[in-house]
């Protein structure tokens, strides 16, 4: 079981980002996807999820700019109106052997993790 996250990379303040999670060797629709980012000296946050059903969940850190979606073949994050605070490492992760008909926003019970993919925003 692996999660890939991609897209990550340097943009300005103000512009638009978009980040993929793609896994290998489950499902993907059968389990909630979590995003989450790691900041330079903070701790790891959880910002978003995504349900097995597709029910979106929000940190009020991000909600009204990102959009979290799926498709059969992975989870997409799209940020939009970034700030110079939204740079992080951010990373995917799946609840994944554990099926559950919501999305947690916090660290467990998600069980596998992507290896992150670095955002940088330029003011």
């Known amino acids: 079981v692996q999660l890939q996250a991609s897209g990550g990379g340097l943009v300005q303040s103000g512009g638009s980002l978009r980040l993929s999670c793609a896994p290998s060797?489950?499902?993907?629709?059968?389990?909630?996807i979590g995003w989450f980012r790691q900041a330079p000296g903070k701790e790891r946050e959880a910002i978003s999820c995504?349900?097995?059903?597709?029910n979106p969940s929000y940190s009020n850190s991000v909600k009204g700019r990102f959009t979290i979606s799926r498709d059969k073949n992975a989870v997409y994050l799209e940020m939009i109106s970034v700030t110079p605070d939204d740079t992080a490492v951010y990373y995917c992760?799946?609840?994944?052997?554990?099926?559950?008909?919501?999305?947690?926003?916090?660290?467990?019970?998600?069980?596998?993790w992507g290896q992150g993919t670095l955002v940088t925003v330029s003011s």
């Open positions: 992760a799946t609840t994944y052997p554990d099926v559950r008909t919501g999305c947690p926003l916090a660290e467990p019970p998600y069980n596998y």
């Open positions: 060797g489950f499902f993907l629709n059968g389990y909630p």
């Open positions: 995504i349900s097995m059903n597709g």
